[in-house]
């Protein structure tokens, strides 16, 4: 028994299949005949030169694909880098202590130390155990510069990888650029 493949002539990709058992009042064109046991359903198909085969995607549109996912993993990446929450260590009289803060947390960081007079005027901020801690002006200074150095050092490697990503002419080049920041 025979099937009628009806195929795109500009993409070559199969559009449908028109078994002889069924009785069509018309068959899109352009089609080809195949036998019913060479009908694959499982994978894309094509016509290419009249013969039905496995579509096999192009290098370059693979290539495209890949450069586009991998600089959304890097994207990704940047993002939690700049807007989640980071680690931050400063000494207060003698003794590390550890923020965790993100972009979100410069507004309020700014005007406490803003609102600080002197430079023995203190306003408190949680650490990453919960505990209190009396900042003075320097103090808030510090972890406003903390963040502005991550927020620059992330966008300039994100913009160093980018590039690299974009300038990749094979998969296998690629397949070696490391997505990770730090």
């Known amino acids: 028994m ?7 002539q500009e993409t070559s990709l199969v559009k449908g299949y028109y078994p002889d058992s069924i ?10 005949e195949i036998e019913n046991d060479a009908q694959i359903l499982d ?8 013969i039905y085969q496995e579509f096999i995607i192009p290098t370059d549109i693979l290539l495209q694909r890949e450069k ?10 940047r993002d939690r880098l700049v807007f989640g929450a980071q680690t931050y260590s400063i000494a207060i009289n003698k003794v590390s202590c550890k923020f965790a803060l993100s972009n979100a947390d410069l507004p309020n960081l700014i005007a406490r130390q803003s609102c600080l007079g002197s430079t023995l005027e203190t306003s408190g901020w949680n650490d990453i155990e919960g505990n209190r801690i009396e ?4 103090a808030f200074l510090s972890l406003i510069r903390h963040i502005n ?10 913009t160093e990888k980018s590039a690299k990503i974009k300038a990749c ?11 990770d920041f730090f």
């Open 23 to 32: 009785n069509y009042v018309s068959i899109p064109e352009p089609f080809i």
């Open 68 to 77: 586009i996912n991998k600089i959304a993993q890097l994207k990704l990446k």
């Open 135 to 138: 900042l003075n002006k320097a």
């Open 2 to 8: 025979k099937i009628k493949v009806n195929y795109d």
């Open 149 to 158: 150095a991550n927020d620059v050092d992330t966008w300039s490697l994100y």
């Open 169 to 179: 002419t094979t998969l296998e080049e690629l397949e070696f650029i490391n997505t």
């Open 43 to 50: 994978k894309q198909m094509c016509v290419v030169d009249g």
